[in-house]
């Protein structure tokens, strides 16, 4: 079957930087993306790794490695705002098109 | 750029009616657009896929005669939940994406309670 697999929970101090691994096993491979979701909102779209390497957009990098199946999403200076709930998803071709196979998510909690 | 525009954000209707949500791409073509379906501190759950002016592809155990999905030009889709039932209740989000990238933009998500 298709997964990937992502801390449930993730606990960091405001500040401070964290990273959040997700690693999948699916069948086919186009690329890796992350997800913002804060509570009772949609996802918004964060950055994508098609190619190995670390990809960076100001505070929030993410990285990719297609030989080990993973990557990260790196916060650095990390604020209240941040916390969220946050989503690795893999595109991989599908029926129409292609198709993102979720992560289940990681919940960020900040603390002051 | 990428905006997507889904309508309503909320809606309270009771057991039997239809409900109508619509998810228009606001400055982009939208090739493709993704109904999703979320319970609370769940992960999205892909209901079905849809390309301009062709069938809507279905999830298994997703019943396509209940939701009907509808993409008749590139900047828009709607999905329709027939006789809607209070387990239909529920997050529903829209997405679309353009031909040959594989990122997906999100509507803000319409949250569905059914009386």
């Known amino acids: 079957g298709q997964s990937l697999e992502q801390p449930s929970e993730v606990t960091a101090v405001e500040g401070a930087i964290v990273q959040i691994n997700c690693t999948y096993q699916?069948?086919?491979?186009?690329?890796l993306s992350w997800y913002q979701q804060h509570d009772g909102g949609a996802p918004t779209f964060l950055s994508y790794?098609?190619l190995d390497g670390l990809e960076e957009t100001g505070r929030f990098s993410s990285f990719l490695s297609r030989s080990d199946s993973y990557g990260y999403l790196l916060l650095q200076e990390l604020q209240m705002k941040d916390s969220a709930s946050y989503f690795c998803a893999v595109s991989a071709p599908g029926d129409s098109n292609y198709q993102l196979i979720w992560g289940a998510g990681t919940k960020l909690i900040i603390k002051p | 750029g990428a905006v997507v525009s889904q309508h309503p954000s909320r809606v309270i209707c009771k057991s039997g009616t239809s409900v109508k949500i619509e998810c228009r791409s606001l400055?982009?073509?939208?090739?493709?657009m993704f109904w999703y379906r979320q319970f609370p501190k769940q992960s999205l759950m892909l209901m079905a896929t849809s390309n301009e002016g062709s069938k809507a592809t279905y999830e298994q155990g997703v019943e396509k005669d209940k939701f009907l999905i509808n993409h008749a030009s590139l900047t828009l889709s709607t999905l329709t939940v027939t006789s809607a039932h209070p387990e239909d209740s529920s997050f529903y989000i829209c997405?679309?994406?353009?031909?040959?990238?594989?990122?997906?933009?999100f509507g803000a998500g319409t949250r569905l309670s059914v009386l």
């Open positions: 400055d982009f073509q939208a090739t493709t």
């Open positions: 699916t069948s086919g491979f186009y690329g």
């Open positions: 997405s679309a994406s353009q031909l040959a990238k594989n990122i997906q933009y």
């Open positions: 790794n098609g």
